[in-house]
C-alpha cells in the first residue's frame, strides 16, 4: 500500500513539472520614462500584444553591463525580451529602435517625449 501510495505521489510530481506552463519570454516594446542613478531599473511605458502600460524594467546581470543599457535614457525606444515578474518585467535581452518602429500605441508617446526633451535642452528663443 505505501509503496503504490508513493509511486502516485512521484508520478503526480512528474506530471505537474511537464504540464505546468513554464516561464515563456515575451517580446515587448518600450518607451524609457525615467532611469535610476545606478541603472539597476527603469520606468517605461511598454506595449505586449497591443496592450499598453506603466512598468518597471529590471535588466539581468548581462544587460546591466550591456553598452544600450548603459547608455540608457530617457525616451529611448527600446524592444526588449524579458519574463514577467512582480515588479515589472526582468530584461534578458535589449536592441534599441527608432521611435518609427515602435507599433502605433508608443510612437505618439515617444514623439511627445522627445519633444519635451528637445524643448528643455533648447528653449523657444525670440
Given at each position: 500500500?505505501?509503496?503504490?501510495?508513493?509511486?502516485?505521489?512521484?508520478?503526480?510530481?512528474?506530471?505537474?513539472f511537464?504540464?505546468?506552463?513554464?516561464?515563456?519570454?515575451?517580446?515587448?516594446?518600450?518607451?524609457?520614462?525615467?532611469?535610476?542613478?545606478?541603472?539597476?531599473q527603469?520606468?517605461?511605458?511598454v506595449?505586449?500584444d497591443?496592450?499598453?502600460?506603466?512598468?518597471?524594467?529590471v535588466?539581468?546581470?548581462?544587460?546591466?553591463?550591456?553598452?544600450?543599457?548603459?547608455?540608457?535614457?530617457?525616451?529611448?525606444?527600446?524592444?526588449?525580451?524579458?519574463?514577467?515578474?512582480?515588479?515589472?518585467?526582468?530584461?534578458?535581452?535589449?536592441?534599441?529602435?527608432?521611435?518609427?518602429?515602435?507599433?502605433?500605441?508608443?510612437?505618439?508617446l515617444?514623439?511627445?517625449?522627445?519633444?519635451?526633451?528637445?524643448?528643455?535642452?533648447?528653449?523657444?528663443?525670440?
Amino acid at each position: 500500500m505505501l509503496q503504490t501510495r508513493t509511486t502516485w505521489t512521484v508520478i503526480t510530481i512528474l506530471l505537474s513539472f511537464v504540464t505546468c506552463p513554464v516561464f515563456a519570454q515575451e517580446t515587448i516594446f518600450a518607451v524609457v520614462t525615467s532611469v535610476s542613478k545606478d541603472k539597476r531599473q527603469a520606468g517605461a511605458q511598454v506595449s505586449v500584444d497591443g496592450a499598453v502600460s506603466a512598468t518597471t524594467l529590471v535588466p539581468t546581470d548581462d544587460v546591466l553591463d550591456n553598452l544600450i543599457w548603459r547608455n540608457l535614457e530617457i525616451c529611448h525606444s527600446l524592444k526588449a525580451e524579458g519574463l514577467k515578474a512582480g515588479e515589472g518585467y526582468r530584461i534578458t535581452s535589449v536592441k534599441v529602435l527608432d521611435a518609427g518602429m515602435l507599433p502605433m500605441a508608443l510612437q505618439g508617446l515617444a514623439g511627445e517625449c522627445l519633444l519635451k526633451k528637445a524643448l528643455e535642452f533648447a528653449p523657444l528663443v525670440d
